[in-house]
């Protein structure tokens, strides 16, 4: 078997078989002990695999399973915590809101409310609509994406919405967070 004309083999296996030659120790360097472990590399190429040690769990207590000390001291008989008994405060006239898109049309037959979305929406969720004359609110029941029903609306969508008022269109629309 001749050898290959080293001017037709591809620059690349050139390059790598002059590297791998540099890797490699000149035979004269070699010891007989070199040799060997060399032999014996190659007679086992194939790796035992490790044999896998299931992982065991302490098992911690849940809350449910800690025991609750429900000592009643004497003081607590004689003064009751006004606290116990006081009303539940208001809820606050104020609610947290954040833009959730853009009113990018409205269709009259079907009162339908084009809306690119800027934060994600859900179904479940309340909105809030800019009108001509104030604000209104309405909980999302049904949204659509190409005429497909679809639970949640990513950003940069644009989705229809079933709503009971004619929004300003070009008008941001929010979503109450709770």
């Known amino acids: 078997m001749e050898e290959p004309d080293p ?3 591809p620059a690349y296996q050139r390059k790598r078989s002059i ?3 540099a890797r490699k120790k000149p035979a004269y360097l070699e010891t007989a002990l070199d040799r060997a472990q060399n032999a014996q590399k190659k ?3 194939k790796r035992q695999a490790k044999k896998r040690v299931p992982r065991t769990y302490s098992s911690s207590p849940t809350f449910d399973e800690i025991p609750i000390q429900t ?19 208001k809820k606050s006239e104020f609610r947290e809101m954040k833009t959730c898109g853009i009113c990018e049309g409205y269709f009259d037959k079907i009162e339908v409310a084009i809306i690119r979305v800027t934060s994600p929406i859900r179904t479940g969720n309340n909105i809030i ?4 004359d104030g604000l209104f609110e309405q909980e999302v029941k049904s949204m659509q994406i190409d005429r497909k029903d679809i639970n949640l609306a990513t950003t940069g969508s644009e989705i229809g919405l079933k709503v009971y008022q004619k929004p ?5 629309v929010y979503k109450v967070i709770e």
């Open 168 to 172: 300003t269109v070009g008008a941001p």
């Open 129 to 132: 609509f800019e009108k001509q």
């Open 71 to 89: 000592n009643v001291l004497p003081s607590q008989e004689l003064f009751p915590n006004p606290f116990n008994d006081a009303p539940a405060p």
């Open 43 to 45: 007679s086992h190429k």
């Open 7 to 9: 001017i037709n083999i």
């Open 19 to 21: 590297n791998a030659k």
